[in-house]
């Protein structure tokens, strides 16, 4: 699974074992990932799709959609199969972030689309620039549905992940995305500051009334360091995501430092795990990832084990 601790281990010594052939000279090893399917009682399961791990805030400015998009392709680096869904209907930034062209289906009607790997849906492939999505709560919910259920996703072959940004707030899409699909687990992403915190727990209270499980907590804009002396400097706070995960009894997931590069590798639609793959924020998503991917597991046998009971 992509949560194995010795992967990288195995994959070095594969590689170093063909290398050691006389009629090889240089060997690329290149893993995939077998992925079990979460079931969940009384939901439809979206069909082509195993695991579905949604990204939450209960506030807007805190990254939300940034780590969604990254976690999505950090998930593929461990060789999974990857969806990325925007639920975000009234606020779609998935085509910007991730490269596409906003509108680019408004005439064809929506359909998924592929960049770096990951398969996309987002409303925003069928709204030309500057057009704005006013609709009521019914209406969000259809919406909801269409994009989990009408949508071809298992159209190449089963995907082991489904990672959906959803909007901030406990919104009508929340709560349709939770009666609607069967969701392995959520991760809440928050900054260190007290405001944020405070609708961080917010967020986590409205999922355990819609019993979806809560995977963990993100702190984002955890740091900054500066790239010409390496100071730190801990701008919104620090530590406050570790201190509040504790307190509702949650995992603390990890810190993601913030850092220019974010903002610019999103704002010309290549991702920082894309654009700068070493780097501390990468690297940082990298082991969120893989956190998450080791919960997913977990939670596939708790459902397993409830459904035989």
Not at 265 to 289: N, T, Y
């Amino acid at each position: 699974t992509p949560a194995c601790p010795v992967r990288e281990q195995m994959k070095q010594q594969a590689t170093e074992l063909l290398e050691a052939l006389p009629a090889i000279e240089h060997a690329e090893v290149n893993m995939d990932a077998d992925v079990r399917a979460t079931t969940m009682r009384g939901q439809k399961p979206v069909e082509g799709v195993r695991n579905i791990i949604a990204v939450a805030s209960n506030k807007g400015g805190v990254g939300k959609s940034t780590v969604a998009v990254n976690l999505a392709l950090a998930l593929t680096k461990f060789g999974a199969k990857v969806g990325l869904m925007d639920a975000d209907l009234t606020g779609p930034n998935l085509p910007t972030m991730m490269g596409v062209e906003a509108g680019l289906q408004a005439d064809t009607g929506l359909s998924i689309v592929e960049r770096y790997g990951v398969k996309l849906a987002s409303i925003g492939f069928v709204l030309k620039k500057g057009l704005a999505v006013v609709w009521r709560g019914p209406m969000i919910g259809t919406g909801v549905r269409q994009l989990l259920h009408d949508l071809p996703w298992a159209a190449e072959g089963e995907l082991d992940y489904l990672v959906i940004d959803l909007p901030p707030g406990t919104s009508d899409a929340s709560m349709s995305m939770a009666q609607e699909a069967p969701i392995a687990g959520t991760v809440i992403v928050t900054t260190p500051n007290s405001v944020s915190l405070e609708d961080a727990m917010k967020a986590v209270m409205m999922f355990e009334k819609l019993q979806v499980p809560v995977f963990g907590v993100v702190e984002n804009m955890s740091y900054f360091a500066c790239p010409h002396c390496g100071e730190r400097t801990d701008i919104f706070g620090h530590g406050g995501a570790r201190e509040t995960a504790e307190e509702l009894g949650l995992d603390f997931l990890g810190e993601i430092p913030l850092d220019v590069a974010v903002r610019e590798s999103s704002d010309s639609g290549v991702p920082i795990m894309v654009s700068a793959p070493d780097s501390p924020v990468a690297q940082a998503i990298l082991e969120i990832a893989q956190k998450i991917a080791a919960k997913t597991s977990v939670q596939h046998y708790f459902a397993q084990t409830a459904a035989a009971s």
